[in-house]
Nanobody, 122 residues
């Protein structure tokens, strides 16, 4: 099992930056890929950034060039932290951001965090 805990959300003005963090613990050596998903009010949850086991990344076009996903493991591989650097924020970035982890690279997410709220004011 893997546990995911997000932090770093908050209120920011348009054009500003935020960095979200997600700490993964448990069987982190089974994790191959990780992602961040965005759920805007009243809308479906969309994966906006993915980080695959080979280090490659993929982004939704709406955040390409503004968001950056990265990952660090601690020295004994008991915890892994995935970040989402969010720059040039827009009001449409408002919503709950969820961290996800997968045991494969096929985009099927086995684990989800509880989410962190991001609000961008215009």
């Amino acid at each position: 099992q893997v546990q995911l805990v997000e932090s770093g959300g908050g209120l920011m003005q348009a054009g500003g930056s935020l960095r979200l963090s997600c700490v993964a613990s448990g069987d982190i050596l089974t994790i191959k890929s990780m992602a961040w998903a965005h759920e805007a009010p009243g809308k479906q949850r969309d994966v906006v950034a993915q980080l695959f086991s080979d280090g490659s990344t993929a982004y939704l076009p709406s955040v390409e060039g503004r968001f950056t996903i990265s990952r660090d493991n601690n020295k004994d591989n008991t915890k892994s932290t995935v970040y989402l650097q969010m720059d040039i924020l827009k009001p449409e970035d408002t919503g709950v951001y969820y961290c996800a982890a997968s045991r494969t690279d096929d985009g099927w997410w086995d684990y989800w965090g509880q989410g962190t709220q991001v609000t961008v004011s215009s």
